[in-house]
T-cell receptor, first 114, second 112 residues
């Protein structure tokens, strides 16, 4: 089944404790992206990657890191989480073609930083 | 940057009613998608519709790219249609980045 998977789905952690949220897709998509969703602010893009070893900042990259060492994986790293990073996080992937760039989303990761 | 506005922000319907949701965008875009976020938080793809009209069961969508808007039609609404509907546009590369921008959503509640 074609899908985007994220782990963990729920996480409660404390300020300053490094964490990684994994994202994997099995559709051979070039483009992958991370979003955060907050009440009243909608979905905002954190980082995106056009392909292996190619990443760039979205609208709200501060406090986050990413890497794209393999085409299928795009982990999101919080080196020193803070309470303002409490949010619902989504990973997404798509082909990146001139005629077709439909995004597919993972199930989301609900993160609470105490 | 591109602004994406959705209307109405909130909508309450009786089961069986029809509705139209609107998405306006402030500049030319490469692509547009509609999503439904269900009460469990999952984002479900509804339509990939950079232009033209598509239909899928009780749902249909129309994008008029030259006039910078898209419409999502829901007919014979059901309680399972409840949730938040988002449109997202792909900004053109002239903005300097490859990115999608989401609207703020329309929150729909369908009453039995």
């Amino acid at each position: 089944e074609a899908q985007v998977t994220q782990n963990p789905r729920y996480l409660i952690t404390v300020t300053g404790k490094k964490l990684t949220v994994t994202c994997s897709q099995n559709m051979n998509h070039e483009y992958m992206s991370w979003y955060r969703q907050d009440p009243g602010l909608g979905l905002r893009q954190i980082y995106y990657s056009m392909n292996v070893e190619v990443t760039d900042k979205g609208d709200v990259p501060e406090g986050y890191k990413v890497s794209r060492k393999e085409k299928r994986n795009f982990p999101l790293i919080l080196e020193s989480p803070s309470p303002n990073q409490t949010s619902l996080y989504f990973c997404a992937s798509s082909f990146w073609r001139e005629s077709y760039n439909e995004q597919f989303f993972g199930p989301g990761t609900r993160l609470t930083v105490l | 940057g591109i602004q994406v506005e959705q209307s109405p922000p909130d909508l309450i319907l009786q089961e069986g009613a029809n509705s139209t949701l609107r998405c306006n965008f402030s500049d030319s875009v490469n692509n547009l998608q509609w999503f439904h976020q269900n009460p469990w938080g999952q984002l479900i793809n509804l339509f990939y519709i950079p232009s033209g009209t598509k239909q899928n069961g009780r749902l249909s969508a129309t994008t008029v790219a030259t006039e910078r808007y898209s419409l999502l039609y829901i007919s014979s609404s059901q309680t399972t249609d409840s949730g938040v509907y988002f449109c997202a546009v792909e900004a053109p590369f002239t903005s300097g980045t490859y990115k999608y921008i989401f609207g703020t959503g329309t929150r729909l509640k369908v009453l039995a």
